[in-house]
């Protein structure tokens, strides 16, 4: 077995691996993001307002996954991480076949609590195993691949599930994402190797929290961890940004459809490439360029995220209010020149998670990494996941009343200027964080 002194070395086995989370991961946002671009279908069969499909695409998911993360990335210190992803996947996929099957709103909307279910033990395991895959100076590059699973979900969710629905129906569109994921979830358990736990730490890096915290309580890690000042200004960071971004990636579809008038699979594949592209570009930058910068200072880690969510602000915000009357047309296809906007928007707007989610695992142990992805999760899955889409839906009926069918325009553009404190908490967080990792070194010393 590899030990401390003689860490494993990186083979294309490992890649292998890394290849096949990332896959689970994007299967996991096709289905958590497809029903984003099947909005106006389903409002339209069960008659339900903005502020159902926001209760509908935020709530009914959020609760369930912000309620099972930390429990999950505690049993993911604990147990085979592999596993774990492997049945969550098959979980998720059956309940997005459900989704596909719902014919009343209710049923719905426990299909889709349901997903959540399943989604809850995909990221903490898999952070914590790509964490014990890749050495400290390779790991943001590695983890930033792992997180283009949000960027490809909402690429191919969104493009090809708008031509699905336009075709087919919007039921099949949940039928034809959530059957690949049970044959994925069976290659996963086959294929994906369980790495050992804090290989490329020695074990003087481990200071206490590894043999401790198996004998705490959830709830006392998990307060021990949050009283980490980088760690929580982090957490309410990836919080409020998470806000803007589910807000944003659930509605804006919709926008399209309704201010400038695109088809549903027009929508999806324009507003899906734009995202997907920009977004995939950005977080394999971010991560490439993290690696780099953190040789010089460790601050880079969370600082570029910080510079990333300052220059996606304009750009969201020139999403929404751009003219309508401007676009490009391309064969009989008219592009709206809000889509620059959006391709600028995915490709800094990426940076936060990929970046985040690298420096908890850097800050924690490696018998916590689970749990501490898992914290985060939970404020980016209960603000972002929860309140986005929800609160966006329920400002575009607020704004309905003075503004009429620009009442999205505005609700979406309120939700992305939120992005000014996510700004301002990566700030706060860059001192803490050096100090963080500076402590840790002294004690692996």
């Known amino acids: 077995m590899p030990t401390p002194q003689h860490p494993p070395a990186v083979t294309w086995r490992t890649h292998l691996s890394l290849a096949l989370l990332a896959t689970v991961y994007i299967f996991s946002y096709i289905d958590r993001?497809?029903?984003?671009?099947?909005?106006?279908?389903?409002?339209?069969?069960?008659?339900?307002?903005?502020t159902q499909i926001g209760m509908l695409t935020g709530l009914a998911f959020g609760l369930l996954y912000a309620a099972l993360g930390i429990p999950v990335g505690r049993m993911a210190d604990k147990h085979n991480r592999r596993t774990i992803v492997a049945i969550c996947c098959g979980i998720w996929s059956l309940a997005t076949i459900g989704c596909g099957m719902a014919t009343h709103y209710w049923q719905l909307f426990i299909a889709r609590m349901s997903v959540a279910v399943g989604e809850?033990?995909?990221?903490?395991?898999?952070?914590?195993?790509?964490?014990?895959?890749?050495?400290?100076?390779?790991?943001s590059l590695a983890i930033s691949f792992f997180m283009m699973g949000p960027n490809l979900g909402v690429l191919l969710g969104l493009s090809i599930g708008g031509l699905i629905a336009q075709a087919y129906g919007w039921r099949a569109a949940f039928l034809a994402f959530g059957i690949?994921?049970?044959?994925?979830s069976l290659i996963v358990y086959l294929f994906v190797k369980e790495p050992v736990r804090g290989a490329f730490e020695t074990a003087a890096a481990q200071p206490g929290a590894a043999s401790s915290a198996p004998q705490e309580s959830l709830l006392r890690q998990s307060q021990r961890l949050?009283?980490?000042k980088p760690l929580r200004n982090v957490a309410i960071a990836c919080?409020?940004?998470?806000?803007?971004?589910?807000?944003?990636?659930?509605?804006a579809p919709a926008f399209f459809m309704r201010v400038h008038g695109m088809s549903i699979a027009?929508?999806?594949?324009?507003?899906?490439?734009?995202?997907?592209?920009?977004?995939?570009?950005?977080?394999?930058?971010c991560g490439w360029l993290s690696d780099r910068l953190c040789q010089r200072d460790s601050r880079w880690q969370l600082g570029l995220p910080a510079l990333g969510a300052l220059i996606s602000l304009p750009a969201g915000i020139a999403v929404f209010q751009w003219p309508t009357n401007a676009f490009w047309t391309l064969g009989s296809m008219q592009i709206p020149h809000a889509?620059?906007?959006?391709?600028?928007?995915?490709?800094?707007?990426?940076?936060?998670?990929?970046?985040s989610y690298s420096a908890v695992s850097q800050m924690v142990s490696p018998s916590e990494r689970g749990v501490g992805a898992a914290l985060l999760n939970l404020f980016v899955t209960l603000l972002g996941v929860g309140l986005g889409p929800m609160v966006t839906g329920a400002l575009s009926d607020y704004f309905a009343g003075t503004h009429g069918a620009d009442g999205l325009r505005w609700a979406l553009t309120s939700v992305v200027?939120?992005?000014?404190?996510?700004?301002?908490?990566?700030?706060?967080?860059?001192?803490?964080?050096?100090?963080?990792?500076g402590e840790m070194k002294l004690a692996a010393a």
């Open 33 to 50: 993001q497809v029903v984003s671009i099947l909005i106006e279908p389903i409002k339209a069969e069960f008659n339900a307002t903005d």
């Open 120 to 139: 809850a033990g995909g990221m903490a395991p898999s952070i914590s195993m790509i964490a014990d895959m890749y050495p400290p100076k390779r790991r």
């Open 180 to 184: 690949p994921g049970i044959l994925l």
């Open 226 to 228: 949050l009283t980490m």
């Open 239 to 251: 919080g409020i940004a998470a806000i803007t971004g589910y807000g944003y990636g659930v509605w």
């Open 266 to 285: 027009h929508a999806g594949l324009a507003f899906g490439l734009a995202s997907g592209v920009g977004a995939v570009v950005g977080a394999v930058f």
């Open 339 to 355: 889509m620059l906007f959006v391709l600028i928007f995915a490709f800094f707007a990426s940076w936060w998670p990929t970046l």
């Open 417 to 437: 200027s939120l992005m000014v404190f996510t700004v301002l908490f990566f700030i706060l967080a860059l001192g803490p964080y050096r100090r963080r990792l």
